[in-house]
């Protein structure tokens, strides 16, 4: 096992700069998840980590040793792949064992290794199947085994799970979490489900076009988004954000926004000058429907599932249409005008010119 770390690691073909100066640092057996929007250069990351692209510029170290000059093959990394890569005229056995070899590996050990694997896998039954003889969730599973099997410093995943039905999806990925719980090995696993990357993740890094925008914890990204992106990219349904005007700052920011009228918010707006563009940030679950004074909000439909409610609308100050989501089970008329209201903690303010976010007061 082995840490990461990727220094100002830049990433272009021909003219098209894809990676733009990434700077990143996972821990000896951490579980950090890329996510980010399709095309924002998740699988180049990967790609580079694991040798099969080379860098435009910076550095890439595995366990503290730069690895530029390293073939993928002496980089101590396996990758799995969202197409299985499976060789498909092989049994499980022979796809686990294959490639072994050339680790001078002897007989039985080669052996030991890949009955350890399928037993921690549960594909013990299969030993002796070719994989059009399996279904995706076991393919996938073989996939998994191949990469455990040759005691990786650090395991790659390319959106395993996306070829799996969606029961599926939920049961491997538990499994995966489970793996990484037994191996304690450096993973780094890549998807743009941002619920995977939630319940999976040690820590999430966050990427938009070749850039970073933020690497912390679930609860950190979800509770502080550092901006707009990654507060409307984490968390669903997506942050309602309203247009909004610094009033005064310095010690408590008077802001006014859309139809909340004047909000007295604990954020820190620096020394902004009264008048900037801003916008608030509230998610549909902080936005809830009052009996007293709030704002007014006009119900397009509503979805109510079961013990839970999901409110489309909107306000007044905002084209947008705006979210609520109720925790119990509630009856909205289409037309209907209602009043809501938010915590002021929960309100998330960012520059309208840079999507920053401002910072809470201490
Ligand atoms: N070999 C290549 N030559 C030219 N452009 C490339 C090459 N590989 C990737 N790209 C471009 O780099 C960008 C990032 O691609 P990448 O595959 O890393 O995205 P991704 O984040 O993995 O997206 P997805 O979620 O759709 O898999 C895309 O615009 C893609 O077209
Ligand atoms: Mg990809």
Request: proline content about 5%.
């Given at each position: 096992?082995?840490?990461?770390?990727?220094?100002?690691?830049?990433?272009?073909?021909?003219?098209?700069?894809?990676?733009?100066?990434?700077?990143?640092?996972?821990?000896?057996?951490?579980?950090?998840?890329?996510?980010?929007?399709?095309?924002?250069?998740?699988?180049?990351?990967?790609?580079?980590?694991?040798?099969?692209?080379?860098?435009?510029?910076?550095?890439?170290?595995?366990?503290?040793?730069?690895?530029?000059?390293?073939?993928?093959?002496?980089?101590?990394?396996?990758?799995?792949?969202?197409?299985?890569?499976?060789?498909?005229?092989?049994?499980?056995?022979?796809?686990?064992?294959?490639?072994?070899?050339?680790?001078?590996?002897?007989?039985?050990?080669?052996?030991?290794?890949?009955?350890?694997?399928?037993?921690?896998?549960?594909?013990?039954?299969?030993?002796?199947?070719?994989?059009?003889?399996l279904?995706?969730?076991?393919?996938?599973?073989?996939?998994?085994?191949?990469?455990?099997?040759?005691?990786?410093?650090?395991?790659?995943?390319?959106?395993?799970?996306?070829?799996?039905?969606?029961?599926?999806?939920?049961?491997?990925?538990?499994?995966?979490?489970?793996?990484?719980?037994r191996l304690?090995a450096?993973?780094?696993?890549?998807?743009?489900?941002?619920?995977?990357?939630?319940?999976?993740?040690?820590?999430?890094?966050?990427?938009?076009?070749?850039?970073?925008?933020?690497?912390?914890?679930?609860?950190?990204?979800?509770?502080?988004?550092?901006?707009?992106?990654?507060?409307?990219?984490?968390?669903?349904?997506?942050m309602?954000?309203?247009?909004?005007?610094?009033?005064?700052?310095?010690?408590?920011?008077?802001?006014?926004?859309?139809?909340?009228?004047?909000?007295?918010?604990?954020?820190?707006?620096?020394?902004?000058?009264?008048?900037?563009?801003?916008?608030?940030?509230?998610?549909?679950?902080?936005?809830?429907?009052?009996?007293?004074?709030?704002?007014?909000?006009?119900?397009?439909?509503?979805?109510?599932?079961?013990?839970?409610?999901?409110?489309?609308?909107?306000?007044?100050?905002?084209?947008?249409e705006?979210?609520?989501?109720?925790p119990?089970?509630?009856?909205?008329?289409?037309?209907?005008?209602?009043?809501?209201?938010?915590?002021?903690?929960?309100?998330?303010?960012?520059?309208?010119?840079?999507?920053?976010?401002?910072?809470?007061?201490?």
């Open positions: 096992m082995a840490s990461l770390q990727l220094d100002a690691v830049f990433k272009s073909f021909g003219d098209a700069e894809i990676i733009k100066g990434v700077d990143l640092e996972v821990k000896d057996g951490e579980f950090v998840v890329f996510v980010g929007p399709s095309g924002c250069g998740k699988s180049t990351l990967l790609r580079l980590i694991a040798g099969l692209d080379k860098v435009s510029g910076g550095h890439i170290r595995i366990g503290g040793n730069d690895v530029q000059a390293l073939s993928p093959g002496e980089r101590g990394i396996a990758m799995v792949f969202q197409s299985y890569a499976l060789y498909p005229h092989m049994t499980v056995r022979e796809n686990l064992s294959f490639g072994l070899q050339n680790f001078k590996l002897s007989k039985e050990v080669i052996e030991a290794k890949v009955l350890e694997a399928v037993r921690m896998l549960a594909m013990e039954p299969y030993l002796e199947r070719r994989p059009r003889d279904s995706g969730g076991q393919r996938q599973r073989v996939a998994i085994g191949r990469a455990i099997v040759r005691d990786p410093q650090v395991f790659l995943f390319d959106e395993p799970l996306s070829n799996l039905d969606a029961a599926l999806r939920v049961q491997t990925r538990a499994e995966i979490t489970r793996l990484h719980q304690k450096t993973m780094i696993y890549v998807t743009h489900d941002q619920v995977e990357a939630m319940t999976m993740a040690d820590r999430i890094a966050v990427l938009n076009a070749g850039k970073l925008e933020q690497f912390g914890t679930p609860e950190e990204l979800f509770m502080h988004p550092a901006n707009r992106f990654v507060a409307r990219f984490i968390g669903s349904p997506s309602n954000v309203f247009p909004a005007k610094l009033k005064s700052g310095g010690a408590t920011a008077e802001i006014e926004a859309a139809d909340f009228g004047t909000l007295t918010l604990p954020v820190d707006a620096g020394d902004l000058p009264s008048g900037t563009a801003l916008e608030i940030g509230i998610r549909p679950q902080h936005l809830r429907p009052t009996e007293g004074a709030g704002a007014a909000y006009t119900v397009s439909y509503a979805e109510s599932i079961g013990t839970e409610t999901y409110v489309y609308g909107n306000m007044a100050g905002t084209s947008d705006i979210i609520l989501h109720i119990d089970h509630r009856k909205f008329v289409p037309g209907q005008v209602i009043s809501v209201a938010v915590d002021p903690s929960l309100v998330h303010v960012f520059r309208a010119d840079t999507g920053v976010t401002l910072p809470a007061r201490p």
